[in-house]
């Protein structure tokens, strides 16, 4: 009984995503959380240890980690990893000396098996900033295509005004949405508006609908099943 109210809470979008928020001192990770949670820009002092918040978006619920970048913390990174499902690594994009230690870190980090699963979100922060660096250059130096065990993307932003962080955050929804094995609540809609257009005989619609969804089809009793995914 447990098991099935879980299963029916995840399937209306309510359970709680790990996701950790990870760069060097000073690239804005602590800004862009409270960005998130309140949609403005609040004063932040240097973490020493961590932020933890619920980030809600599209009714899907993060537990976001924002960790200190400074050296001396960076160590205790790993001691977060346990069941994320999501890395942010944010990167300040002026920060041309430290891109090579950034990119040290980060591959440090995608070989800890703790986060074997995890996908990745890279925010090249700080666009306002004269000087940045683009996103695509900063894929380059980074060498991001060479990551072919997760899924990742970089996303340009700007914390101060919000600009990018939720394109970023639309990624990380849509990945989900992917990895996903339980069928979705969008999908039992589609469900039930196939049977209302196979009842009402409209085959072409229904051909519409199915060419754009992944389903296994089978057969009970003489009926037929749609299992949306
Ligand atoms: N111009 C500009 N400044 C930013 C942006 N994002 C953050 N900052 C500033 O950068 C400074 C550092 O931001 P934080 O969010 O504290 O950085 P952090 O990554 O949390 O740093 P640590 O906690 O030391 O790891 C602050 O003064 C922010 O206001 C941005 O997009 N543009
Ligand atoms: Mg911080």
């Given at each position: ?56 978006w599209r009714n899907i619920?993060f ?103 939720y394109?970023g955050l639309e990624w990380i929804y849509k990945t989900k949405r ?52």
């Open positions: 009984m447990g098991l099935l109210i879980s299963k029916l809470w995840s399937m209306f979008g309510n359970e709680e995503h790990k996701l950790v928020m990870v760069g060097l001192d000073n690239a804005g990770k602590t800004t862009i959380l409270y960005q998130f949670l309140m949609n403005e820009v609040v004063h932040t002092s240097p973490t020493i240890g961590s932020n933890v918040e619920e980030v809600v619920h537990l976001v980690w924002d960790l200190g970048g400074q050296q001396s913390l960076r160590a205790a990174w790993s001691t977060y990893y346990t069941n994320t499902e999501f890395i942010i690594m944010v990167i300040d994009s002026t920060d041309r000396e430290r891109l090579a230690v950034t990119r040290e870190e980060l591959y440090r980090m995608l070989q800890h098996e703790d986060l074997s699963k995890a996908s990745l979100l890279v925010y090249a922060n700080k666009q306002d900033l004269k000087g940045s660096l683009s996103a695509a250059e900063i894929s380059r130096q980074l060498d991001l295509t060479s990551i072919k065990k997760h899924q990742w993307h970089i996303q340009a932003c700007c914390a101060l005004t919000g600009e990018g962080l394109q992917k990895k996903r094995k339980t069928p979705v609540f969008p999908g039992i809609c589609e469900k039930y508006v196939l049977c209302f257009f196979i009842m009402r005989r409209n085959i072409h619609k229904c051909l519409e609908i199915l060419q754009t969804k992944k389903f296994i089809l089978y057969e009970k009793q003489n009926k037929l099943f749609f299992f949306f995914f």
